[in-house]
């Protein structure tokens, strides 16, 4: 990620410098001067529906800043449950931790629902190869919260009294219980918090550089202007968190040796397509 942040710096500055000394010797009244035009955009695209600024920096480079807003994407799914012996024996033969009687039976499948989040703000370069191309090179980023899919039991606090009974276990060792919770995608122990609920995310990067290329420019010459732009924004491999914490792979005798379906695709994606299409209209 190192290497892909100098690119873009380096990049960057071998565009914009040649073409600031070449600004240097046109006249003040230029049209091209820096940030002497904006335009505002409205974008539709794989990250979703935005709309951002844009202004010139030389003749050769402008610069876009915006939010994108993605829709929420929900489906269903089942947690499987194999802890209520457990929890079972250890309320009987410890009646004074007073744990709740839970309503789970055993090895039971509990609902969940699913979700995609993916609203993100961005700051993208465009290069020009000539002063009046229209076919650019972009360079920037995106920025997004990390958890991009979470998933979470639909009955409230169904698994109340769960989670004391892992903290009796984490504090006792020698009792010779283990902890419960629920499998999240074949492979993950989700543990429930104080309220009884279990949440799972599949977290990324925040900081996503982006490299593209594109028709359009950032600056229409008329009032009006489109943009096409395609490109990669990298947000590293996919990890999965509860409570805050990254979890790892349960052993093969409790999880199965293979990635569930999600996690099954998440951990090859590495990066987002961007497919982007923009009208600009010129404010100044």
Known sequence: MRIIRA???ATLLSAA??????????SVSS?????????????????????????PITRYVAVRAGVNFFPTIKWSDDFYFGGASEYNSLRYNHPELNLPETPLGSSEDIDYEASIHNTTGHVL????????????????AYFGGGNVIQAKNKEKGIFRGISQYNSYVEQHPEAGYDKIGVEFDDNYLLEPDDDGNVQGNVHVSGFRPYVGIGVGRAIP?????FQFDFGVMFWNKPKVYCQGHELTKMPDE??????????????HVIGYPVINFRIITKIL
């Open 17 to 26: 410098l040649p073409s600031a000394a070449q600004e240097a010797t046109d």
């Open 31 to 55: 049209d091209n001067n820096i940030f002497n035009h904006l335009s505002i955009g409205l974008n539709i695209g794989t990250p979703g529906i935005g709309i951002d600024v844009s202004a």
């Open 254 to 267: 409790y999880g199965d040796s293979d990635d569930g379906d999600i996690m099954k695709i998440a951990k």
């Open 125 to 140: 370069f465009d290069i020009y190869p000539g002063k009046n191309a229209a076919f650019h090179f972009t360079l920037g």
């Open 221 to 225: 010459k008329n009032r009006m202007g």
């Open 7 to 9: 690119c873009i710096v």
